[in-house]
């Protein structure tokens, strides 16, 4: 069966549009006055603009007669996208009203510090990375930015996604958003073979909650797995980083001796040399070459490990982003969501693909197909991966979706009304 | 007297007036008497003549701001230079007629800018920049009253919250400042530490947050008194931006149909308004009389800027001039001192190849009178500004115009060379002209050719005549009295104090190092 088939079939009997319409629906599907009927139908869907989507069966008949390669979710707009033409020149203009803060990594932008492989390659030795940049993202998204709706998808080849789905943070501006982004953006592109890191003389605490969370993940996950030390190119590389010569040749001549076995070793044996050298500069009252050590220990963890986020994805309220629980074309593999707190269990290799979905419904169904149309994820293997969705995420967003709702209620009740 | 006809449906920003200025306390370095959010209209009668010079003078203010930054200065270099500006045209006699003054040159411009996306934005550029400055002036008790004042929805700490906070707004401070002492001072100066802290929405100050130079907790930003600049400036960036854009929407209501053919063209014309000395009348300025036409070719040499050399060099070489040549060419030699009698000799001698005799004074003749306010309504004409001559654009067969805006780059770089202007100051000026820079690029140039720096600027074709002028031959001569005296332009020979100024025709010259 060729993929443009599957896909068909995906999106006629598996994929899950109650959920997908509850999330994007935000509350707007209740009974409840406050309810913004208009709400979907401004949404903007990259293969919908020809085409109304304004309840469930709407959306699923959309996406199922154009049987999507790729389907991606852009802004609610002020007026319904397919009828933009017929605004022009009303003195109305077509303008994003609200979108979810979105966050975009990428494992292509690690090939200069990952060993495993490179362009779409991802495997277990490299999905650390992509674990700890959720755990940063989502310690500040939550300790400082006070958000909690926030949804993480895997994007299906090489990379992650998150959706930040607050009220707070679907009503940001462009210039706002930048300034989440940046926030986050420590990771600054490569210079002369380093990293050049935003980390400041002094550190910020998110910083350093960051450097918490960074560390144990780079010495028991990243350097042996990825090897960071196991040649003398790769140690070359990290040495650069140390401001010392002394320092640099004593490294050299431990790792040479082979008295430091593995590439964990390797790293407590330049520890214990840069405390070695510490120690003598504290007596000659040397506190900045002192620093400078520690600051350079440091920059190796943040250049190897720190989230290197797609900063124009998450900037600008039109960029459109795949939406979950679409197929990936290339490799066949649902985009499924991501429970934070399990980032690391989380495996790559054997996410689900579409064609273990269909064999799966073949063998439930025993070839017949059921009238439950939609629901039928129920019988394969997606149902953990939705179990992860209602749990992590939409659960809690609807109760909240809910809640301020009922608030705006109270709120338009205790205003006087005009009409009589 | 005319009423104040903008009444209070331009749109007033949502937040409430502060009723009460701040005074500006003894000790702080420029006395400025207020900050305002402008949110509330200047409310008494209000004369034309008031309505228009408190308007030029705020622009001077605007324009000035701009051009520091133009010359690559960054925002907290250019504090004190605005703020002196501020002091020079903006001050008046009482706190009283100060405050009133910065209210209605503010809302006058904010008519004349609101009406094009170009104009807003470089009125809101410029406003919240000369807000930032002074709110930076102010002591912190001035920007705390003021933050209040206008209810801005930003509060001091509570001692329970500051406490909670505490070392985590003391490692933010440290990063921020990079300097123990600076942050120590934060936490020990004032007597209630937790009162130099404010906590504010974090979409409140997008610049911190991007910069990482604030603290954030749950959504809140703990912004030090020190930044407080960026809380008071995004509420005054976006109450501006709003009323911008309503008061154009309704411009045609704001002003009656009573008052339009008044004010109207006082508020149109204010955008596009030329601020540097007036050169519509040589007369008033004694230049007249003192420029021949023979003298032409060698000034034009000397120190005419490359619009003009480009149309006197045309206007050789092929003997002819199209009509908006010959109009920002002819009202140029009016302005430097060139009569009327003179400017027909030159007129004709130089068209003679192509008008003889009568066909010149049957087509030209008159529009040479005609410059000079002799014919038709006569009135007399005024020499045509920078902005004007970038702001038109020469069709085929025209040389008119601004050469550092219709040139192109190779074409502009051999015009320059041409001028004799020292190498690096070629590159720079075609850089500048590149980047849009035409009035730098033409400083650039007027730099090179004179070897000493352009203090003022060029702003006008004859103010870079007259300066030019100036370095070359002294100071007497020939810009007469009443032009930046307070220049102070080096020269080599300075007129003999007492010397009656000579006719340049008959002035010995002695400096004439770059005329070829």
Redesign the interface.
């Known amino acids: 069966m060729g993929t443009q088939e599957m896909m068909k079939l995906y999106y006629g009997w598996i994929f899950p549009y109650r959920d997908f319409y509850k999330w994007l629906a935000y509350g707007n599907d209740s009974k409840l006055p406050q309810a913004d009927a208009g709400f979907m139908q401004r949404r903007e869907f990259c293969f919908t603009l020809d085409g109304d989507i304004f309840d469930l069966d709407g959306l699923q008949a959309a996406i199922k007669e154009r049987c999507p390669s790729k389907l991606d979710i852009g802004p609610v707009y002020n007026i319904n996208p397919a009828r933009r033409a017929a605004y022009a020149g009303s003195g109305q203009t077509f303008t994003p009203v609200e979108r979810e803060l979105v966050f975009d990594i990428d494992l292509t932008d690690y090939d200069d510090v990952r060993t495993c492989g490179s362009g779409g390659h991802i495997c277990n030795k490299c999905w650390p990375l992509m674990a700890v940049a959720i755990q940063i993202l989502d310690a500040g998204l939550r300790r400082d930015f006070g958000f909690q709706h926030i949804l993480y998808v895997y994007s299906g080849r090489r990379g992650v996604h998150a959706w930040v789905c607050d009220d707070r943070a679907r009503c940001l501006s462009d210039e706002q958003r930048t300034a989440v982004a940046n926030y986050f953006a420590v990771y600054r592109g490569q210079e002369g073979g380093l990293a050049r890191l935003a980390l400041g003389l002094e550190e910020h605490p998110a910083v350093t909650r960051a450097a918490a969370i960074l560390e144990p993940v780079f010495v028991e996950r990243l350097l042996p797995e990825q090897g960071l030390l196991s040649d003398d190119k790769r140690q070359e590389a990290l040495l650069a980083y140390i401001p010392s010569e002394r320092v640099r040749e004593r490294a050299r001549q431990r790792w040479a001796q082979g008295e430091a076995g593995d590439d964990v070793a390797r790293w407590h044996a330049l520890e214990e040399e840069v405390a070695k050298e510490q120690a003598t500069l504290a007596k000659a009252r040397d506190t900045r070459g002192a620093k400078a050590l520690d600051r350079a220990m440091r920059s190796v963890v943040f250049a190897h490990a720190y989230p290197r986020l797609d900063l124009e994805v998450s900037k600008k309220m039109n960029h459109l982003l795949k939406a979950p629980f679409c197929v990936h074309p290339k490799t066949g593999k649902v985009c499924v969501p991501i429970d934070p707190e399990r980032a690391h269990k989380f495996d790559p290799e054997t996410v689900v693909t579409v064609g273990r979905l269909l064999d799966q419904l073949n063998k439930a169904r025993g070839g017949v197909k059921g009238s439950d149309a939609g629901e039928e994820w129920r019988s394969t293997d997606l149902v953990p991966a939705i179990q992860t969705f209602r749990a992590c995420f939409l659960d809690g967003l609807q109760g909240a979706c809910r809640e301020s709702l009922a608030a705006r209620a109270r709120e338009s009740a205790a205003q006087p009304t005009l009409v009589w | 007297m005319v009423g104040w006809v903008l009444a209070n449906s331009v749109g007033a920003p949502a937040l409430t007036p502060s009723k009460e200025g701040l005074s500006s306390e003894p000790g702080s370095k420029h006395a400025l008497p207020s900050l305002s959010m402008y949110s509330e209209l200047p409310g008494s009668e209000i004369s034309i003549e008031e309505f228009e010079q408190a308007a030029l003078d705020r622009l001077r203010v605007l324009k000035g701001l701009d051009d520091l930054k133009a010359k690559g200065f960054r925002p907290d270099q250019v504090q004190d230079k605005v703020l002196s500006l501020v002091d020079q045209y903006l001050k008046a006699a009482t706190r009283e007629s100060t405050i009133r003054k910065d209210t209605v040159s503010h809302y006058v411009l904010r008519l004349a800018y609101c009406r094009t996306e170009e104009l807003r934005r470089w009125f809101l550029a410029q406003e919240c920049d000369l807000f930032r400055a002074r709110f930076r002036a102010l002591l912190p008790g001035e920007q705390r009253a003021f933050i209040e004042g206008n209810r801005l929805p930003f509060r001091p700490l509570t001692p329970a919250e500051f406490r909670e906070v505490e070392d ?1 707004l003391r ?2 401070m ?3 400042t ?1 300097s123990l002492q600076q942050t120590n001072a934060l936490f020990q100066g004032a007597a209630a530490p937790h009162e130099a802290f404010y906590r504010a929405p ?2 409140a100050v ?2 911190l ?4 130079r604030v ?6 930003a703990y912004v030090s008194r020190d930044q407080a600049v960026s809380l008071a400036v995004q509420p005054f960036r976006a109450a501006l931006s709003k009323a911008l854009v309503t008061t154009a929407r309704r411009w045609s209501q704001v002003v009656g149909p009573s008052e339009a053919h008044r004010l109207a063209p006082i508020v149109e014309s204010l955008s596009q308004r030329y601020l540097g000395p007036d050169y519509s009348d040589p007369e008033k300025r004694g230049v007249t009389g003192q420029v021949a036409a023979s003298d032409i070719p060698r000034l034009a040499q000397e120190s005419f800027p490359l619009c003009m050399q480009v149309m006197a060099q045309a206007l050789h070489e092929s003997h002819h001039l199209k009509h908006d040549g010959r109009m920002q060419l002819g009202l140029f030699l009016k302005g430097i001192g060139l009569p009327l009698e003179e400017a027909v000799r030159f007129w004709r001698a130089e068209m003679a190849a192509t008008a003889p005799g009568e066909k010149f004074d049957k087509e030209f003749l008159y529009n040479v009178r005609h410059n000079y306010g002799k014919e038709g309504n006569r009135r007399d004409y005024t020499p045509y500004t920078c902005s004007k001559i970038i702001a038109s654009v020469p069709g085929v067969g025209q040389v008119h115009g601004c050469p550092f805006r219709t040139f192109g780059p190779d074409a502009l770089r051999s015009a320059i060379s041409r001028l004799q202007v020292t190498p690096a100051k070629v590159d720079e000026a075609c850089a500048k002209a590149k980047a849009g820079h035409f009035q730098l690029a033409c400083a650039a140039v007027w730099e090179g050719k004179h070897g000493c720096s352009c203090e003022t600027g060029i702003n006008h074709p004859n103010q870079y005549f007259e300066e030019s002028q100036k370095v070359l031959h002294g100071e007497q001569q020939p810009g007469g009295p009443g032009l930046s005296q307070s220049q102070g332009v080096s020269t080599a020979n300075p007129a003999p104090a007492g010397a009656s100024p000579l006719p340049a025709s008959v002035q010995p010259h002695t400096k004439h190092a770059r005329v070829a």
């Open positions: 985590d490692a933010t440290l990063a921020v990079g974090f979409e997008p610049d947050v991007g910069s990482r603290y954030l907790r749950a959504g809140h």
